[in-house]
C-alpha cells in the first residue's frame, strides 16, 4: 500500500473527486493550500465525508500570494509530513505555486498531473512563472498528461518524453449517460418539449470567448425561432466579465432566449447535459475538457473550436462541429446547421458515446495512475 501525499487545491472539483478513487488502494495525505469561501460549503463536506476513513489525513498549508514566508513554511512543513509520514509519493495535482515548492523535496517519488493552462498559458506569462513550471516539470517521475498537445507543451518546458504518460482525468459513466430524467429542470426553465437547447457549462471568463457565443445567438434565433441558450457562469466566475455578458444579451435583445445559472452540484450536470440537443465549447486555449467528455458521454453533439488538442478528439463532419474561436458567424452557421440537422446529431452523439466509454471511464483511468503509483513504489524500494 503506497502512502502518498496529494498536493492539491481542494476548491477544484476534480481534485476532490480523484482524492477519493484512491483512498481504496493508499493511504493518503492531502495538504491543500487554498480556502476560498466560495467553495467552503464544498470543501467541508469533502472534508467530513473523508475524515471518517482512518487512511486519510488532510493538512492546511496556506500559499497566500507573494508571501515568503508561507512558501518557505509551505516546503519546511512538507517535509516533516513526508517524513513522520512516510511518504512515498508527492501526487500534485496543477502546476501552480504549490507544485514548484514540493519539487524542492527530491526523496520523494513526484507525480505532476498538469490540466491545461497551467502549461499551455501560465509560463508564457512571465519570467517567474515559467522557472517555476520548468521547475516542477523537470523534477517529475511521471507526468500524466491529457493530451498529446498538452505532453508537447511539457516538453517544450524541459520535460523528459519518457516520463510522460497519457492519461485522461476521466468521467464517471454512472453518472453521466444518455436517458437522466429533465422534467424537473425543464419545469424549472419553463422549457416547451417543442425547445431546442443549446449548452455552454464553461466558466465566464475570456479565456472560453463566452462573448462569441452571445454574439452568434441572434443570427442563431433568427433561423431557428425555438432556440433557447443555457450559459452556466460557473463556481468561480470573473464578475466583471459576466456582467458585460448580462449587458451584451440585454443590448442585443435576446434576454428571452438566455437562461443564466450559477454554479450547480456536478452530479447535477448530467441532467443539464440530457436536457440539451447541442453543446458549444469554443476556449482560446484547452486540453482535453471534462465538459466535453460529460457531455460525449450524455450523447450530446458538440459545437468545439479549432485547437489542436481537442482535433485529437473531434473531427468535422464526423462527431463534432469545428469552428475558429473567435469568428462569432462561423459559430452561429455551425449551430443552425446541427440543430436543423437531426441526423447529423444523432450520429455525432452515438459516435461520441462509444468513443468516451473506451477513453475516459475514469475506473480504467485510475488503475493507470495506481500502476504508476505501484511502479514507483517499488522502485523506491529497489
Known amino acids: 500500500m503506497a502512502k502518498i501525499c496529494v498536493i492539491a487545491d481542494l476548491d477544484q472539483y476534480h481534485s476532490r473527486r480523484w482524492i477519493g478513487y484512491f483512498l481504496a488502494g493508499n493511504e493518503i495525505t492531502l495538504v ?10 464544498f470543501r467541508e463536506e469533502f472534508l467530513t465525508e473523508n475524515l471518517k476513513n ?12 507573494f508571501n515568503i514566508f508561507d512558501y518557505v513554511l ?3 512543513r512538507l517535509l516533516i509530513i513526508s ?14 505555486i504549490a507544485a514548484y515548492l514540493s519539487a524542492f523535496i527530491t526523496k520523494v517519488k513526484y507525480v505532476l498531473c498538469p490540466w491545461g493552462s497551467d502549461i499551455l498559458i501560465d509560463p508564457y506569462k512571465s519570467i517567474v512563472l515559467n522557472h517555476m513550471v ?18 508537447e507543451g511539457c516538453k ?27 422534467k424537473a429542470l425543464k419545469d424549472k426553465y419553463s422549457i416547451k418539449s417543442t425547445d431546442k437547447i443549446v449548452l455552454s457549462a464553461r466558466n465566464f471568463r475570456s479565456l472560453y ?52 445559472v450559477g454554479g450547480v452540484r456536478h452530479a447535477e450536470m448530467a441532467a443539464y447535459y440530457c436536457m440539451s440537443n447541442i453543446v458549444i465549447s469554443v476556449p482560446s486555449s484547452d486540453s482535453s475538457p471534462s465538459f466535453l467528455h460529460e457531455a460525449m458521454a ?83 524500494a529497489d
Open 134 to 151: 520548468k521547475k516542477a516539470v523537470k523534477r517529475a517521475d511521471v507526468i500524466t498528461a491529457n493530451s498529446k498537445y498538452l505532453a
Open 298 to 380: 450524455c450523447a450530446v453533439p458538440p459545437i468545439v473550436s479549432d485547437l489542436p488538442s481537442i482535433k485529437e478528439l473531434f473531427t468535422q463532419d464526423v462527431n463534432a462541429e469545428i469552428v475558429p474561436q473567435k469568428d462569432h458567424k462561423s459559430l452561429a452557421k455551425a449551430a443552425i446547421n446541427l440543430l436543423e440537422d437531426d441526423e447529423k446529431r444523432r450520429r455525432y452523439a452515438e459516435f461520441n458515446l462509444d468513443l468516451v466509454k473506451k477513453i475516459s471511464d475514469v475506473r480504467k483511468n485510475v488503475l493507470q495512475i495506481q500502476k504508476i503509483f505501484d511502479m514507483l513504489e517499488k522502485s523506491g
Open 32 to 41: 491543500y493550500y487554498k480556502k476560498n469561501p466560495k467553495f467552503e460549503r
Open 83 to 96: 517524513r513522520k509520514e512516510g511518504i512515498n509519493i508527492f501526487y500534485v495535482h496543477y502546476v501552480s
Open 74 to 76: 509551505f516546503v519546511i
Open 209 to 260: 470567448n463566452i462573448d462569441m457565443i452571445v454574439r452568434s445567438i441572434p443570427e442563431t434565433v433568427a433561423r431557428v425561432a425555438d432556440v433557447k441558450f443555457i450559459l452556466m457562469t460557473g463556481q468561480g466566475p470573473d464578475t466583471d466579465y459576466t456582467e458585460r455578458m448580462g449587458k451584451m444579451v440585454s443590448d442585443l435583445g435576446i434576454a428571452d432566449k438566455v437562461i443564466f
Open 54 to 65: 482512518p487512511k486519510f489525513k488532510p493538512v492546511f498549508l496556506p500559499l497566500r500570494k
Open 156 to 182: 517544450k518546458l524541459g520535460a523528459s518524453e519518457k516520463v510522460i504518460r497519457l492519461v485522461q482525468l476521466g468521467i464517471d459513466l454512472d453518472v453521466f449517460h444518455p436517458g437522466v430524467d429533465t
